[in-house]
């Protein structure tokens, strides 16, 4: 049981902002009681985390690739969390996954719910 359902993916050019969404029903907690993270994923390499928020929504966390640029926010409300993508650049492309866990920082074996993910293409 549980989804996660993400949209707000397309195709942009080098330099635009996107902002991906991703509204959660049945899972098998309460929505503030995960982690939630958004993840990326290229043929051919590893899933790789590109943002995390804690269950407070206070600590947040980024990779050195994306920090200053990406932006992580939930609202517990509308069992949502966002991704605010700014200045984005071809290396960008990829799917977007987002993903609820216990705790950030846990890995990808962590993971309890995922999203079918979004296509975000960056052209330049």
């Known amino acids: 049981g549980g989804q996660l359902v993400e949209s707000g993916g397309g195709l942009v050019q080098a330099g635009e902002t996107l902002r991906l969404s991703c509204t959660a029903s049945?899972?098998?907690?309460?929505?503030?009681?995960?982690?939630l993270a958004w993840y990326r994923q290229t043929p051919g390499k590893e899933r790789e985390e590109v943002a995390c928020?804690?269950?407070?929504?206070?600590?947040?966390s980024y990779p050195n690739s994306v920090r200053g640029r990406f932006t992580i926010s939930k609202s517990d409300g509308k069992k949502s969390v966002y991704l605010q993508m700014k200045n984005l650049k071809a290396e960008d492309t990829a799917i977007y996954y987002c993903?609820?866990?216990?705790?950030?920082?846990?890995?990808?074996?962590?993971?309890?719910?995922w999203g079918q993910g979004t296509q975000v293409t960056v052209s330049t």
């Open positions: 993903a609820a866990s216990a705790f950030c920082g846990e890995g990808l074996s962590k993971v309890q719910h």
């Open positions: 928020i804690s269950r407070t929504g206070v600590n947040r």
């Open positions: 049945e899972l098998t907690y309460n929505f503030n009681q995960y982690a």
